[in-house]
Nanobody, 124 residues
């Protein structure tokens, strides 16, 4: 059974930091690109980041570039999203996703696997 379980969300003040984690199981984690995608209330999904199988290549949306960093630990089957200098507009449900290929998708069905999401709220 494939599972992607996100954790680390919560309430943080503007300018603060959070680190999200996504623990994967049920598939060969090291063979997949891993992604973070977010959904702002009342809006569609926004592609946030991608990291390749080995972790040496990353891509980011312009809205988070320079503030967010993705990393992975293939020994622990876990991908991370370090979020710094958080802004109120970063408030969203953050989803972890996997695909065997690189994609800049904004629909759940375009990914091979999808997590349940974790809420991040940036507010004073």
């Amino acid at each position: 059974q494939v599972q992607l379980v996100e954790s680390g969300g919560g309430l943080v003040q503007p300018g603060g930091s959070l680190r999200l984690s996504c623990a994967a199981s049920g598939f060969t984690f090291r063979h997949y690109w891993m992604y973070w995608v977010r959904q702002v209330p009342g809006k569609g999904l926004e592609w946030v980041s991608a990291i390749n199988m080995g972790g040496g290549t990353t891509y980011y949306a312009d809205s988070v570039k320079g503030r967010f960093t993705s990393a992975r630990d293939n020994g622990k089957n876990t991908v991370y999203l370090q979020m710094n200098s958080l802004k109120p507009e970063d408030t969203a449900v953050y989803y972890c996703a996997a695909s065997w290929r690189f994609i800049r998708a904004t629909r759940e069905e375009e990914f091979d696997y999808w997590g349940q999401g974790t809420q991040v709220t940036v507010s004073s």
